[in-house]
């Protein structure tokens, strides 16, 4: 029996070894300070905390072992510069050469796979989403658009098709790559529309004819984070669709909407209580087999525990359980609820997160910048329905340590509707915010963007913005830069700090 044990251990030990990718090469005319790093999307999505550093050394070469047990889409960046996807495989390895802007692959068992994607896909940003191809495109009427756009590109896309199909490659890699490349497409596609200033009606136009014609294939398989990212814009599809249909069809506010199978009074008052995240996962679970809205709500819940939003994850997470009993990753979620939960616990008494006195009466911001005179002031207009106020909030901390021994203080004005009182004061003390606070809501916030936008040529009233005052009391930055701008915001205040 305890041979039989440890050779199973040596077994598992072995099986553990071997759920490894390793990626090496060199990096030609290599500068110190460039970075290097592969992102890894948990589900779907860009987002910063599942990129991989990876050490280079003085001569330009790096290895880099990924503990990963099974297939995944990465990114890999050299100086802040996307080159392309890579297809990581437990056991596999990569070598590759790159320049400032080239990516070449010499050697490794996971070559050819690479070589095909980059074969397919050599410019991540297709052609109509570069300047001045853009403005210019915004110009075009619906059918020019199907003429000048969706022709071309699907016809460059037949052609890549057929490269895969022809590759010496697996069944299954074929399979993977092909469902990545075609949800890339319609990904693409549906980025066009929403950065492109087009009149609303030919937007909604050609968003419905991209989907209405996309690969339903699409909807009964896995695939990576490409295939994922196309079921979220597909649902997104669905929601125009169902609103237009209402419409044309004078649906009543308590009948089912199409492809969602809820009423519209029931959806308001589910996603006053769940977010607005909620009506996409009914989307995805009416839409998409079961095991994909698994995946699916596991990245949205992910998303909320790493905006820190308590209130939103444990709603969501308590519909998902009931959806979804034994999803491999509720453990996972019911562990980052716990986390927030102590958080929250251990910053109520935290006094460096000051909720301003009587900030219900306050009808003024100076009322509250008057009582930090003598100190440089960055005010945050922001909310905590507002994802890229709370993307910004994660660059506060490196900010706040830059300026621990410097004269400027950090007032918060948060623009919440009274209702959602408790759970502001709740989100700022899970994320350890400090700094000065107050609250208005939608209709009080009329006069504070009047008196803060005074001046300012740009008076478009959007969230977050950020302003600064300088020790005087006195507003010199009127949308002054946003804390992911780093060392340009740094120049900024320091500037103000100096005078």
């Not at 490894?20 to 987002?47: A, C, D, E, M, T």
Request: net charge positive.
């Amino acid at each position: 029996m305890k041979k039989l044990f440890i050779l199973s251990l040596i077994v598992l030990c072995h099986s553990t070894i071997q759920a490894q990718f390793k990626l090496h090469g060199r990096i030609q005319n290599y500068q110190s300070g460039k970075s290097l790093n592969v992102n890894i999307p948990l589900v779907f999505g860009f987002r910063s905390e599942n990129s991989q550093i990876i050490s280079v050394a003085g001569d330009g070469s790096f290895q880099y072992t990924f503990p990963i047990s099974e297939q995944k889409s990465a990114t890999i960046q050299y100086n802040k510069v996307i080159f392309q996807t890579l297809l990581l495989n437990p056991r596999k390895d990569l070598e590759l050469v790159l320049t400032d802007s080239t990516i070449r692959f010499i050697g490794g068992t996971a070559r050819a796979e690479n070589e095909l994607i980059q074969q397919i896909n050599p410019d991540p940003v297709p052609f109509f989403m570069k300047a001045p191809a853009l403005a210019d495109f915004a110009k075009l009427s619906f059918s020019q658009l199907q003429e000048n756009l969706l022709k071309p590109y699907f016809a460059n896309s037949n052609r890549m098709k057929a490269l895969i199909e022809s590759s010496r490659l697996s069944p299954e890699q074929k399979q993977f790559i092909r469902m990545e490349f075609n949800a890339q497409k319609y990904n693409q596609l549906n980025d066009f529309v929403r950065e492109c200033d087009l009149p609303k009606s030919t937007a909604d136009s050609l968003i419905l004819h991209i989907f209405d014609d996309a690969d339903l294939g699409l909807r009964a398989a896995v695939g990576g984070p490409s295939y994922y990212t196309f079921v979220d814009n597909y649902v997104r599809y669905l929601e125009r669709k169902a609103f237009a249909k209402i419409k044309a069809e004078k649906i009543l506010s308590g009948k089912l909407i199409p492809y969602f199978g809820i009423s519209l009074d029931s959806a308001n008052r589910l996603m006053d209580i769940y977010s607005k995240d909620y009506w996409r996962l009914i989307g995805v679970a009416n839409n998409f087999p079961s095991s994909i809205a698994a995946e699916y709500d596991y990245q949205q819940l992910v998303n909320l525990y790493q905006d820190k939003d308590l209130k939103h994850l444990e709603a969501l997470a308590m519909a998902h359980f009931s959806r979804f009993p034994t999803a491999k990753h509720n453990p996972t979620i019911q562990g980052y609820i716990a986390e927030l939960k102590s958080a929250l616990v251990e910053n109520k008494q935290n006094k460096n997160i000051q909720i301003f006195a009587d900030y219900e009466r306050v009808s003024s911001i100076d009322e509250v910048i008057a009582t930090l005179k003598g100190k440089v002031v960055y005010l945050d207009v922001w909310g905590t329905w507002c994802g890229p106020c709370k993307a910004e909030l994660k660059y506060t901390p490196e900010l706040k340590k830059k300026y621990a021994d410097k004269d400027i203080a950090f007032v918060y004005l948060d623009m919440d509707e009274d209702k959602k009182d408790q759970d502001w004061k709740d989100f700022i003390r899970i994320n350890n915010l400090t700094g000065v606070h107050l609250r208005k809501n939608r209709e009080q916030m009329a006069p504070f963007w009047k008196e803060l936008l005074q001046n300012a040529k740009d008076k478009a009233e959007y969230y977050p913005q950020y302003f600064i005052f300088d020790k005087t009391g006195k507003l010199v930055v009127e949308k002054a830069l946003r804390p992911s701008h780093g060392q340009q915001l740094y120049e900024q205040l320091d500037k103000i700090l100096n005078q």
